[in-house]
């Protein structure tokens, strides 16, 4: 029985001190000792570390599959990544469903696009005109080499050391930051997510939520040791608010600002961006000199299509009905300068794909990814590649069909992503078109090559196939444990087999109807 003094101890401690609820905890002379005295055993379990990327070596193939395989061994990471893209797919359907007409905007904004990219030519000339009478000036990139030269030119004639930026899929693609630095130019990221991928020298892993995979306690890591502050506290608020004060500085001081775009207006010469955080806001405004880097593909022709598209983008990515901000750039402000670099980098060159063109459709709201069971599970830098998850796969091979050439094979081509794709792209479809092309272009490794002809001619001969799952079943209702599930069984590392079934279909239906089948 404890005594009044102990009592009284025990309740003036914090809940997770309390001795008797935790089975760690170091009892002496019925004491509990602290952290600081005890010997060994933090109070606190160490922060699961935060599973990297597939390994980038030059051309080579990425093996999604191994980076797969060490997120999910990260268990923690893993569950927390699948749930909270799981809430947003869920988000989104609600959303959804809030719009009787969704079935009919998708239908519009997938012909929009369909007409825009089928005129494109016409339609960016029109841009180009506008833009240029509302003061704008107007610069186009073939390739991502041109599009860093463009804008190292924009600044250097501008004297400009230091730029702040807002999220841009297309400067990762064109690999932007790296060229700045190596030419001296500044470059800090005004987006949260994107900063904290920055700080942490990653690239995004989402194309809405950069820093998606990330726990908290891996956000207070990277802060710690690059803005100072505690590691021990992964309060949002404290991180957020930090890194507030570490950049809000950079900002006021900085000499440029960059930005995408969402849609780009052809009969009015101006562009959209749309966030939720008002960065571009502050990227365009604070200094005089605004860059907007922009792909092709973003082009719509009137304002009325904004409409269609606008309210698709956000209820799709983030199950909300607006981005905070939706914000119309038609020209430089008094005594400002802005630029427009119209970006192809392969664009033309996939328009000219006839089984993969529409995936110039893309508004980048990543729905594709949050609903795909494939990159919920694996984490988006598991690809190695700028573009991740369903629409990772269709874009990436038209980069570099050898090193992005196992893609496609991380879907089980369920079919979810087209179902949620605002622009109604057949992205399914253009993963499974995507296999068939890699294999003749024998770009698919030889093992894999191998299994997929094996399992053609068993499927292919009914006999055989009937016989082989017959003697598997078998094997699996008989072995020892050990045996099925072991080093070399990586399936079986995650999942159980389930158990074989007394009779298969087809010999239940031989028996039951006598006839074949
Ligand atoms: S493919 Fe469709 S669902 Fe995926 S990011 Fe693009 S627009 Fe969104």
Redesign the pocket.
């Given at each position: 029985m404890s005594t009044t003094r102990e009592r009284t101890d025990d309740a003036m401690l914090h809940p997770e001190m309390r001795a008797g609820a935790d089975p760690d905890a170091i009892i002496r002379g019925g004491r509990r000792l602290d952290h600081a005295e005890g010997t060994s055993k933090p109070l606190r379990p160490a922060p699961e570390l935060q599973p990297r990327g597939a390994k980038v070596r030059g051309n080579r193939p990425i093996d999604q599959q191994e980076a797969a395989a060490r997120f999910i061994a990260a268990t923690e990471h893993e569950k927390m990544h699948d749930e909270r893209l799981w809430d947003l797919r869920q988000k989104r359907d609600r959303e959804m469903h809030g719009i009787s007409e969704w079935e009919e905007l998708r239908s519009l904004a997938s012909a929009i696009k369909e007409h825009t990219l089928t005129h494109l030519d016409e339609y960016l000339d029109q841009f180009e005109a506008k833009a240029r009478s509302n003061g704008i000036h107007v610069h186009w990139a073939r390739d991502a080499a041109e599009h860093n030269q463009i804008v190292h030119g924009i600044l250097r004639d501008h004297g400009a050391t230091s730029l702040i930026k807002s999220k841009s899929m297309l400067t990762e693609e064109c690999g932007f930051r790296h060229y700045m630095a190596s030419v001296g130019i500044e470059v800090i990221e005004t987006d949260l997510g994107e900063r904290i991928q920055q700080l942490d020298n990653e690239d995004p892993s989402h194309?809405v939520v950069p820093a998606v995979h990330k726990l908290r306690t891996d956000v207070a890591e990277v802060f710690s040791h690059t803005i100072g502050t505690d590691p021990g506290n992964t309060d949002v608020h404290y991180l957020a608010e930090a890194q507030r004060e570490a950049t809000r500085p950079l900002i006021l001081k900085a000499d440029a600002g960059m930005t995408g775009a969402n849609f780009v207006v052809a009969e009015t010469g101006t562009f959209v961006v749309c966030t939720n955080e008002g960065n571009a806001d502050l990227s365009a405004n604070v200094p005089k000199l605004h860059i907007a880097s922009i792909g092709i593909e973003k082009i719509i022709p009137r304002l009325e299509h904004l409409a269609v598209f606008v309210r698709l983008l956000s209820r799709?990515?983030l199950g909300s009905p607006m981005t905070q901000y939706t914000s119309h750039f038609r020209g430089p402000r008094a005594g400002g300068e802005m630029h427009v670099v119209l970006v192809d980098n392969g664009r033309s060159e996939r328009l000219g794909l006839e089984e993969f063109w529409t995936?110039l459709?893309?508004?980048?709201?990543?729905?594709?990814?949050n609903?795909c069971p494939v990159y919920r599970r694996s984490g988006g830098l598991s690809y190695g590649a700028t573009y991740s998850?369903?629409?990772g796969l269709?874009i990436d091979p038209t980069f570099n069909a050898r090193k992005y050439s196992n893609l496609p094979f991380a879907s089980s081509l369920n079919g979810s992503?087209t179902n949620?794709?605002?622009?109604?792209?057949n992205?399914h479809e253009q993963i499974y078109a995507w296999r068939r092309v890699l294999v003749k272009q024998h770009e698919v490794p030889l093992v894999k090559k191998a299994a997929m002809k094996a399992a053609g001619v068993l499927l292919s001969q009914p006999t055989a196939y009937r016989a082989a799952i017959a003697s598997a079943d078998t094997a699996l209702a008989h072995l020892p444990r050990f045996v099925i599930y072991n080093g070399l069984n990586a399936w079986g590392k995650h999942r159980e087999v389930p158990h074989p079934p007394k009779q298969t279909f087809h010999s239940w239906y031989h028996a039951n109807r006598g006839a074949k089948l």
């Open positions: 194309v799709s990515a995936s459709k893309c508004i980048r709201c990543g729905a594709c990814m609903t998850g369903p629409i269709i992503c949620v794709c605002p622009v109604k792209i992205i």
